[in-house]
């Protein structure tokens, strides 16, 4: 029989990937259902987030999005389901970018997970990470406010549900590469 651990690091996984999976999930609820469903379902996936899991700054941000998301439904409908990516990818920028006024800068606050004795030559590297984090996660918001405006629903869904991950796994398998070689040369691999 499972444990309860495990029953909830299943359904944790499970509503991760269903929220991932949001852009094509509300492509086909704006299909059959109407944005408040959408918005509804998204709503329920955000908030079994928060019950399931760790409730950090980005898990914060999200129903913080879900709210806006909300209150807007009464105004425009299909905005209201298309800002989810645009308003995560902003929530998420300024979460990294307080970091950097309030230290730990938080690719610091990540590497720190696996490795709590950070040279202090790390610093300073670490630091501009979460700056180029910072720039990143704006510019896929603003890719991601042009297709709220200007692209098509399945160009939405296609952007924010399959290129914006890739951009997102290309930007994070580049750090780590280049923070391995930058770190490695001081004699020490993070």
Known sequence: MRS???RSRTLSIVVAVLTLSYPFLALLGMRYFSPEAVVAVLGLLVTARLVVGRRGAVD???AAVVTCQVLLLRLEPTLAVRLYPLLVNFGVAA????TLWSPPPMIERFAR???P???DAA?????NVTAAWVCFLMLNGAAAAWTVAFGTLEQWAFYNGFIAYLLIGAMLAGELVVRRWV?????RRV
Do not use: E, M, S, W
Not at 123 to 127: D, M
């Open 95 to 98: 979460v990294f970018g307080y």
């Open 4 to 6: 309860f651990k495990d």
């Open 183 to 187: 770190l490695g040369r001081a004699g």
């Open 113 to 115: 997970v696996a490795h």
């Open 117 to 119: 004795d950070l040279p």
């Open 123 to 127: 610093l300073p590297y670490l630091r």
């Open 60 to 62: 914060l941000v999200l």
